[in-house]
């Protein structure tokens, strides 16, 4: 018979869960893409820790993990009937300057998993094969840790993830995992796209470049299918920048540099950068403001 340790009282269990609430935004965010979505699911996690107090098992990190993980499969079907029905294209929500961090026991070895570019990538998965990708293959479980989550033999998961790897690979985006050239490129952007011309921009544009642009339908004149070819995405920036006075300032927008837009005292836009090599090969602009409130502006 396990043994199981002596019930914890309030506060101690509470600091204990505090510990983790890092790792399982993070885990509720790759899965869910709005941290208002995944901050709710961390939190449900807790109550359900209070309720199973006597029945605590021994690490409570990973059955924390597995309950953040299930609350967010439930919620992956709702999720997508309502994204159905959203008005143009729907990104994530940006995480902007410090993002929740794991802890140095996470095994967190896809640092690209948190882009806005994958986090769109992992929308086109089913459910079950999200939840089973993300924990597998960015956060390290097992697969009987995977197959206790997803509710489906090891078998199954295996296939999951064999599923999600292929369409992953498939349509990953090419980046340079060098966060000084990813700097230098979105600065360049931002002097072409501010300070200079069409072919200024066209020339740190990569010829294929695709611009996905997310108002919610609460924006108006915000694209509603994605802008692709470096001469359309160039033609288009330089017009909504000669429309409207907007400030860009450089920070860091899901793990990479990126630029945060302001105007008339407020946060307009955030947007997200894929680099390869030199040129920028995908840009995802937020605009929609409920997905804003969280940006501090400067």
Request: charged share 25%; proline share 7%.
């Amino acid at each position: 018979m396990q043994s199981r340790r002596a019930d914890p009282g309030p506060a101690d269990l509470a600091r204990e869960f505090e510990r983790y609430r890092p790792h399982l935004t993070e885990v509720a965010y790759r899965m869910l893409g709005t941290l208002t979505d995944a901050e709710d699911a961390v939190q449900e996690a807790y109550l359900r820790l209070t309720r199973a107090r006597r029945s605590e098992p021994r690490d409570v990190r990973a059955w924390l993990t597995t309950v953040v993980a299930r609350i967010c499969l439930d919620e992956l079907g709702s999720a997508r009937a309502r994204r159905e029905s959203y008005v143009g294209q729907w990104l994530p929500e940006p995480l902007v300057g410090a993002s929740p961090a794991p802890g140095p026991e996470d095994r967190v070895t896809l640092d690209e998993s948190v882009s806005m570019a994958v986090l769109v990538l992992l929308e086109s998965l089913s459910p079950a094969e999200r939840t089973a990708f993300v924990l597998r293959d960015v956060f390290g479980l097992s697969y009987p840790e995977v197959a206790r989550t997803v509710g489906r033999s090891e078998a199954a998961c295996r296939q999951l993830v064999a599923r999600a790897r292929g369409h992953v690979r498939a349509r990953a985006p090419r980046f340079t995992p060098d966060q000084g050239q990813h700097a230098d490129a979105v600065e360049a952007f931002a002097q072409a796209c501010f300070h200079g011309g069409v072919e200024d921009l066209v020339r740190v544009l990569d010829p294929k470049v695709v611009l996905r642009s997310d108002g919610g339908g609460l924006v108006p004149g915000v694209a509603r299918r994605p802008v692709t070819g470096a001469l359309n995405v160039a033609r288009l920036l330089l017009g909504v920048t000669a429309r409207r006075a907007v400030t860009p300032r450089p920070s860091t927008v899901n793990g990479s540099p990126g630029l945060v837009f302001e105007a008339g005292g407020a946060v307009v836009g955030v947007m997200g950068f894929t680099v390869a090599g030199t040129l920028i090969t995908e840009l995802d602009l937020v605009v929609n403001p409920d997905k804003l409130r969280r940006v501090r502006h400067n």
